[in-house]
């Protein structure tokens, strides 16, 4: 399995900014999916967004595409998630997670948490109105 280890979260204000990191165990020459999933109290965990360590980037939910950019720096194993114009509702834990993918795929990943095998414990991030 792939150890990850999130960082960046905090409290922040309505309209504020966070940049969340994903430090990644990863070896050389292997390619992975990685997203980021949230988790409000009391509420499922859901996806916000994915990155393909071969190229490629999705946000299943098109209401976070505009404040959120995922992005991965392959030097530092390393998927972060800048996130602006933050919302008392983006209150959440926020998790990374891996599963292995194919070389030279065009799009291999999966969007379902339970496909996901690798979790990182979280980060705490939370908006104040």
């Known amino acids: 399995q792939v150890q990850l280890v999130e960082s960046g979260g905090g409290s922040v204000q309505a309209g504020g900014s966070l940049r969340l990191s994903c430090a990644a165990s990863?070896?050389?020459?292997?390619?992975?999916?990685i997203g980021w999933f949230r988790q409000a109290p009391g509420k499922e965990r859901e996806v916000v967004a994915i990155?393909?360590?071969?190229?490629?980037?999705?946000y299943p939910d098109n209401s976070l595409r505009d404040r959120f950019t995922i992005s991965h720096d392959s030097a530092k194993n390393t998927v972060s998630l800048q996130m602006s114009s933050l919302k008392p509702e983006d209150t959440a834990t926020y998790y990374c997670a891996e599963h292995p993918a194919p070389h030279d795929s065009t799009w291999p990943c999966r969007i379902s948490s339970s496909d996901f095998i690798s979790w990182g414990q979280g980060t705490q991030v939370t908006v104040s109105s």
């Open positions: 990155i393909y360590t071969g190229g490629g980037a999705a």
């Open positions: 990863v070896r050389t020459g292997t390619s992975h999916c």
